[in-house]
């Protein structure tokens, strides 16, 4: 089965950028979304199609797929920011979804 | 406003069944990709299943013969049948309009609040 693969957790200041990766066997060939999820609550979406902004997301989120990487920006990080983060695709190949193994991003 | 109101979660006892609701409004799940994603306590996200608005279905290996996805027009709600339970299902499951493979920026893709499935003897 296809495996996303990104690091357990990320630590950036106030006022950073926060770089999360996303890794898998040829991503690039595939269309990443990123959720973000906060204490408690669902899961919302804060990029799709790989670096598309839902309505209400800051443009303080970016993100970028080539290769085996797929890549979530936080810029200017703020408190608020602070949850877990996943990325998302769809396998054509196991025809399944999948989830990434989460970021825990923490505002230092 | 779009919603999703899941219902249906329960402490059961391992083998047994049980089956989950989500009620859509603001949105026709007949029209939509509608998935299914559960969370472990203390973990992260698992896709489940999914529903496509033609009708076809896919199962994440863990559930496949054991979970069965299905919706309702009429009622305008998505539900997931889930027999022989297991104490590794344990999970809150969340229904979701899932981002489909093909490029569609319409409406938003929401969850559900969840339901806590509880599965012990």
């Known amino acids: 089965s296809y495996v996303l693969t990104q690091p357990p957790s990320v630590s950036v200041a106030p006022g950073k950028t926060a770089s999360i990766t996303c890794g898998g066997d040829d991503i690039g060939s595939k269309t990443v979304h990123w959720y973000q999820q906060k204490p408690g609550q669902a899961p919302v979406v804060v990029i799709y199609?790989?670096?598309d902004r839902p309505s209400g997301i800051p443009e303080r989120f970016s993100g970028s797929n080539s290769g085996d990487t797929a890549t979530l920006t936080i810029s200017r990080v703020e408190a608020g920011d602070e949850a877990d983060y996943y990325c998302h695709v769809w396998d054509g190949g196991s025809e399944h979804y999948v989830f990434g193994t989460g970021t825990k991003v923490t505002v230092l | 406003e779009v919603q999703l109101v899941e219902s249906g979660g329960a402490l059961v006892q391992p083998g047994d069944s049980l089956r989950l609701s989500c009620a859509a409004s603001?949105?026709?799940?007949?029209?939509?990709?509608m998935s299914w994603v559960r969370q472990a306590p203390g973990k992260g996200l698992e896709w489940v299943s999914v529903?496509?608005?033609?009708?076809?279905?896919y199962y994440a290996d863990s559930v496949e013969g054991r979970f069965t996805i299905s919706r309702d027009s009429s009622k305008n709600t998505v539900y997931l049948h889930m027999n022989s339970l297991r104490p590794e299902d344990t999970a809150v499951y969340y229904c979701a309009r899932q981002i489909p493979d093909f490029y569609d920026d319409t409406g938003s893709y929401i969850w559900g609040q969840g339901t806590l499935v509880s599965v012990s003897s």
């Open positions: 603001g949105m026709t799940v007949s029209g939509n990709y």
């Open positions: 199609y790989d670096s």
């Open positions: 529903i496509l608005s033609g009708g076809r279905t």
